[in-house]
């Protein structure tokens, strides 16, 4: 398995501007996590979807964020529009998630807002 | 790669030494533990993990430590070798979904 496949890698844009940023989760994996990690904060869980239903968005910052999960391998997280303060690495992790068990990470898109 | 943090606290080890990290965790209820290694420019990974019911669960080269009445969980490295540099991060597990990482902990090998 090729594991969690994040895109793009890096993604530098202009404040003001719409980002997309996509994620690919372990087949079979049934919860997908969004988290954001920056110096300050660390890892910060935004959203988390079981079965491709957003349960719990209470870490989405604000109305600029949204994320979706049109199906069991495919999710984006999308900010419309871009603050300078979003910048920060964005991770998506998957899990089985029957029983607890560890989190599967990307390796992230670091996002460099202007 | 992408720094995780300036202001993690630092664990400076001579290389072929033992490493020891610690952590307190938050939620008594918390019954599922987990170390990941955070390499620079890459997700975290899983290392080792214990549930509520060890105290102690031996990997390769790795060991973890449960205690669960002062709430602290250690993960110790033996024969710490310079691919081990990274930032170690513990995890505790309330749920499946009730996921609460500790700030992380930056290992650093001395030649």
């Known amino acids: 398995d090729a594991g969690v496949i994040q895109s793009p890698r890096h993604e530098v844009t202009e404040m003001g501007q719409e980002v997309t940023l996509r994620c690919k989760p372990i087949?079979?994996?049934?919860?997908l996590f969004w988290y954001r990690q920056t110096m300050m904060r660390g890892l910060e869980l935004l959203i988390y979807?079981?079965?491709?239903?957003?349960?719990?968005d209470s870490g989405m910052p604000e109305d600029r964020f949204s994320a979706k999960m049109p199906n069991a391998s495919f999710s984006t997280l999308k900010i419309q529009p871009s603050e300078p303060r979003d910048s920060a690495v964005y991770f998506c992790?998957?899990?089985?998630?029957?029983?607890?068990?560890?989190?599967?990470f990307g390796n992230g898109t670091r996002l460099t807002v202007t | 790669g992408e720094s995780v943090g300036l202001h993690l606290p630092t664990l400076s080890v001579q290389e072929g030494d033992n490493s020891i990290i610690n952590c307190a965790y938050s939620?008594?209820?918390?019954?599922?533990f987990i170390w990941y290694k955070q390499e620079s420019g890459k997700g975290p990974q899983f290392i080792i993990d214990i549930r509520s019911n060890m105290d102690k669960r031996q990997g390769q080269r790795v060991t973890v430590l449960l205690n669960k009445t002062v709430k602290h969980l250690s993960l110790q490295i033996a024969a710490t070798q310079p691919g081990d540099s990274a930032v170690y991060f513990c995890a505790e597990h309330s749920s499946a979904s009730k996921i609460i990482f500790g700030s992380g902990t930056r290992l650093s090998i001395r030649p």
């Open positions: 939620n008594s209820a918390s019954d599922y």
């Open positions: 087949s079979g994996h049934d919860y």
């Open positions: 979807f079981n079965n491709n239903v957003p349960i719990d």
């Open positions: 992790a998957s899990s089985p998630g029957q029983v607890k068990s560890p989190l599967h």
